[in-house]
Structure formats: C-alpha cells, structure tokens
C-alpha cells in the first residue's frame, strides 16, 4: 500500500500556465509538507500544513497557493509558471507536528516548464 | 538556519567495498534523517537518528550528537546501493527538515 502517493508523476507544461499537483497520505498523519529539489538536488521545503491550518510558509512566490482539504490531503497550485519553476516536488507527512517526528516523503512530481 | 555539509560529493566504489558518508551539523539538532535516493527519485528513509547507533542490514548510522556530526555506514556494497544519500536535520523545533546537498554514490559491477 502506498503511504504518501502524488499526482502526476510527471507534468510538462508551457510558461504562464496554471497547474496542480495533489497529495495524498494513508498513514493517518497529522502534518504534511512540500518541498522542492532543483536541478543540482538541493531540497528545501516549501510549507507545511497541520490539521489543516499552515504552519509552515518558507520564501517563496505567491504564485504557489498550498491547499488542505483535509489532513491526508495537501496540494500545490502553481499560477503563472515560470522556467525557474522546473523542478522535482515532494510531498511528504509525519505524525504530528514535531521536530522529533520521522518525515515520510512521496515518490516526487516532476514538473518541466517550457 | 543550521548549516548542514556532506562528505565527501562524490564516491565511486566497486561492488563488496565498504564506505562511510559523514555529515556535519552546525547546532544542536531535535531530528535527523539519513535518506537514500535512488535513481527513480524516490526518497527512501534509513534512519532516523538524532543520537546513538543504529543498524539495519549492511547499514549502519551512528551520531554524536555533542560533537555534531552523523555518520552512515555502507558494508558489502551492492549496485542497487548507488543514488545520492542525503542527511537532514532539524534544529529549532520548527518542524521543517533541511537538508544537506547529498553525496552520490555509484557503486560498479
């Protein structure tokens, strides 16, 4: 059974597109994440989400809007795509929301923009 | 924020050698993750391991946690050990992991 699953796997899409990217977690988890790796694999997180509520928002443009229908939910809208938005998103979930708490990440959504 | 530096970038190894992949951290850390990529993409957890040894299989992690660094053990190594390992930490109790820029390690036939 997959724990954190994400879709697409891969999206390749036109520069000034909207697009989506959903999340999903089956392990009854309370705090969710993305996170982004450039091209030279730096991972950085983006924001986190628990019970709903955000309480995590790193610096990043506005043009990224995080939603959580739902705790085993979290998705990633992106307006206005840029090139320098290519990139690989993780979403990931831990138990709770705990510096202490093992972070379970999905399989990655690969989103090229040209 | 923490400053998190992997060692070394880069390491071949032929298949059956062992290795040992090192991280520093630059503050006192509430978490810390050793994660393997592999070359699909997919962040596989090893361990997680604030401080003390653990082991699982041919690998093994240990962190002191007073002296701020991890290090990962490989033994025996195999072809499907080969992927970036990445070491992640979070310091101050603010939930989000950072991450190290990883080292990729091939491993030949």
């Known amino acids: 059974d997959t724990a954190v699953s994400q879709t697409p796997k891969y999206l390749v899409t036109q520069m000034g597109n909207d697009k989506s990217i959903k999340c999903e977690q089956n392990?009854?988890?309370?705090?969710m994440y993305w996170y982004k790796q450039d091209s030279k694999k730096f991972l950085k997180i983006m924001f986190s989400?628990?019970?709903?509520?955000?309480?995590i928002n790193e610096t990043v443009p506005n043009r990224f809007s995080p939603k959580s229908p739902d705790k085993a939910h979290l998705n990633l809208h992106i307006n206005s795509l840029e090139l320098g938005d290519s990139a690989v998103y993780f979403c990931?979930?831990?138990?709770?929301?705990?510096?202490?708490?093992?972070?379970?990440f999905g399989p990655g959504t690969r989103l090229t923009v040209l | 924020g923490i400053q998190v530096e992997q060692s070394p970038p880069d390491l071949i190894l032929q298949e059956g050698a062992n290795s040992t992949l090192r991280c520093n951290f630059s503050?006192?850390?509430?978490?810390l993750q050793w994660f393997h990529q592999n070359p699909w993409g997919q962040l596989i957890n090893l361990f997680y391991i604030p401080s003390g040894t653990k082991q699982n299989g041919r690998l093994s992690a240990t962190t002191v946690a007073t002296e701020r660094y991890s290090l990962l053990y490989i033994s025996s190594s195999q072809t499907t050990d080969s992927g970036v390992y990445f070491c992640a930490v979070d310091s101050s109790n603010d939930y989000k992991l950072s991450f190290g820029a990883g080292t990729t390690v091939t491993v030949r036939a």
């Open positions: 503050d006192s850390v509430n978490n």
């Open positions: 990931a979930s831990s138990q709770m929301a705990s510096s202490t708490d093992t972070q379970y």
């Open positions: 989400y628990n019970n709903k509520e955000l309480i």
């Open positions: 392990l009854g988890h309370d705090t």
